[in-house]
C-alpha cells in the first residue's frame, strides 16, 4: 500500500473546524488504496501567543520532509495584526518552498442557487491561476517620517521575467487541457511596468500555445465580466493581488467563501505542495461548528489528485455535488442548518 506523509496545520478560528472533518473525509476516500500519516502541527495564533512567533524558525525547513501540507487558516484578528498572522506562517512557507502557482477552481455546484439567478452550473465553471509569491504581496517597501504629517509608505511590487513567464506557462497549460480559452488580466493602463511586463509575456508565451485564444483583460473589466458573464471564462491568470480579490468574487459566485478550495503547487519537484481552503479564518462563526467544511474538504480532494489518488479525488467530488444537489444536509452558509460535523458525515456516506 501507499503511504503518504501529510503536515497538518489547522492554524487558527474555522481552520480548526474544518481541517479534522476533512481529514476524515480523505481517510474514507482513500480507504484501502493508500495510507496517509499525519502529522499535525499546532502552529498559528496560539503558538504565537506562547511564543512569540507563528512557527518555529526552522518551520519551513520541517515542513519540507513531507509530501503535501494540509493547511486551514491562519488570522485572529482582535489578538494579532492580521499583516502579522500572514507574514508569520502563509507567506513566508509560500516563498520559502516557492510555491509558485496557486490553483482556485470556482464552479457552481448543483442544487445550490448562486447570486446570479439566470446563472447555471454551466455557466460557472472556471480556474484561476494566481502568482504566487511576489507581485504586490513581494514585501518590499518601508515607511518613512513614521507618525508625523509628512509620513510616507511605499509598497513595490515586483514582477520578474522569471517568475510571470512560469505561472503564465503553466495557466496555457492548464487552459490547453480544458476549453482552451486562457484569460490574462492585469491593469497595463494605469501600472506601467510590471504590468507592461505581464501581457508582453503572455503574447510572447501565446505563440507556443496557437490553440488556446487569449483574452486580455483589465481587472475592473474583468470583476465586472465575472458577474455579467461567468460563462466566458475558462483559465484566468492574474496577479497575487489582483487573483486574490477575484477569487473572493469568484467564491460568491459558488454561493459561498466556504465552498471555494486552493491549491498551492510547488515548482520543484520533491518540495510538498500546500492545500487550503481559500476563506480565512472567519473570525465572526468561529467556535460555533457552523463552518462550511466543503471548501476544506475539496481542497484536500486536490491535494489527493496531486498525490496520484486521482479516484479517490473524483469520489469526493462526485460525493460533494450529491449532497449539494440532495440540498439537505447544508451549513447556514448556504441556507441550511446542519453543522460542520454533519457536513462531514453526509459526505462520507455519500462516498
Ligand atoms: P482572515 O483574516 O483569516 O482572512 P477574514 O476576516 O478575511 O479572515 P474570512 O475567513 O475570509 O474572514 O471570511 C469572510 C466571511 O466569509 C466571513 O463572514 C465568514 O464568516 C465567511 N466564511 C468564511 N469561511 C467560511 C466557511 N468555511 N463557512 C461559512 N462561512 C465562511
Ligand atoms: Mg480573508
Redesign the pocket.
Known sequence: MQQFRIAVIPG???GKE?IPVGQRVLEAAVAQEAQLDWHLFPWGSDFYRQTGALMPPDGVEQLRRFDAIYFG???D?PHVP?HV??WGLLLPIRKQLDLFVNVRPIRLFPGIRGPLRDKGPEDIDMIFVRENTEGEYAGVGGRVHVGTPHEVALETSVFSRFNVERVVRFAFELARSRRKHLTSITKSNAQRFGMVLWDEIVQEVARDYPDVTVTSLLVDAAAALMVRAPERFDVAVGSNLFADILT?LGAALMG????APSANLAAAPGVPSLFE?????????AGRG???????VWAGAMMLEHLGLTDAARRILRAIERLTNEGKVL???LGGTAT?EQVGKRIIELL
Open positions: 487558527d478560528g474555522v474544518v487558516a491562519v488570522g484578528p492580521d498572522t500572514l473572493d459561498s467563501l466556504g465552498l481552503p481559500v476563506h480565512g479564518s472567519a473570525p465572526d462563526i457552523i463552518a462550511n467544511p466543503i471548501g476544506t451549513t447556514p452558509d460542520t
